[in-house]
T-cell receptor
Framework: GAVVSQHPSRVICKSGTSVKIECRSLDFQATTMFWYRQFPKQSLMLMATSNEGSKATYEQGVEKDKFLINHASLTLSTLTVTSAHPEDSSFYIC????????????FGEGSRLTVL | KQEVTQIPAALSVPEGENLVLNCSFTDSAIYNLQWFRQDPGKGLTSLLLIQSSQREQTSGRLNASLDKSSGRSTLYIAASQPGDSATYLCAVDQGNAGNMLTFGGGTRLMVKP
């Protein structure tokens, strides 16, 4: 079964509105979750690392005020795209590192954001 | 900085063929390497994970190998089927706590019936 669940899977919004995407770890508690962005026909690019109970760590070039991350519990991280614009339209995917020695990464199903 | 390259970028084969997807990386100090499958508009499904101390992993018709010293991994798909059509991504993991995962550009596979 799914280890990581994302919601919503698709969202369409008007330019200027804010959109929240949820990422839930279903099988275990996750102190750290990762948010990726994927443009069409391109690979995944890490946006930020979400840390439970503390501030997220953002990758270079990612606007922290634009992409707000909240990791309020050990099973839930949220990504809010604030004042969304068409260029923010993308596929957003979260991941969780599994417990155990392999450190396998599990990914959510992704959330397709379209900003009109 | 780790760089991961996948060749070919796209591949089209008739059903039943055996095929090999290639992944190369520049920094051999890796923790593990994962192969993922991504269907259009979907998230990533983990196929195989090879730890740095291992040389290969097998799951059904899939076999992944790892040669750390040469910075290469291959994903072998036996007796390909149309349902195997997807994008295959390799990702090199350089950390066991934080995220030091670097993805390749992917190989888009089309298996024709």
């Amino acid at each position: 079964g799914a280890v990581v669940s994302q919601h919503p899977s698709r969202v369409i919004c008007k330019s200027g509105t804010s959109v929240k995407i949820e990422c839930r770890s279903l099988d275990f508690q996750a102190t750290t979750m990762f948010w990726y962005r994927q443009f069409p026909k391109q690979s995944l690019m890490l946006m930020a690392t979400s840390n439970e109970g503390s501030k997220a760590t953002y990758e270079q070039g990612v606007e922290k005020d634009k992409f707000l991350i909240n990791h309020a519990s050990l099973t839930l991280s949220t990504l809010t795209v604030t004042s969304a614009h068409p260029e923010d339209s993308s596929f957003y995917i979260c991941s969780v590192r599994g417990v155990g020695v392999t450190g396998e990464l599990f990914f959510g199903e992704g959330s397709r954001l379209t900003v009109l | 900085k780790q760089e991961v390259t996948q060749i070919p970028a796209a591949l089209s084969v008739p059903e039943g063929e055996n095929l090999v997807l290639n992944c190369s990386f520049t920094d051999s100090a890796i923790y593990n390497l994962q192969w993922f499958r991504q269907d259009p508009g979907k998230g990533l499904t983990s196929l195989l994970l090879i730890q740095s101390s291992q040389r290969e992993q097998t799951s059904g018709r899939l076999n992944a190998s790892l040669d750390k010293s040469s910075g290469r991994s291959t994903l072998y798909i036996a007796a390909s089927q149309p349902g195997d059509s997807a994008t295959y991504l390799c990702a090199v993991d350089q950390g066991n706590a934080g995220n030091m995962l670097t993805f390749g550009g992917g190989t888009r596979l089309m298996v024709k019936p």
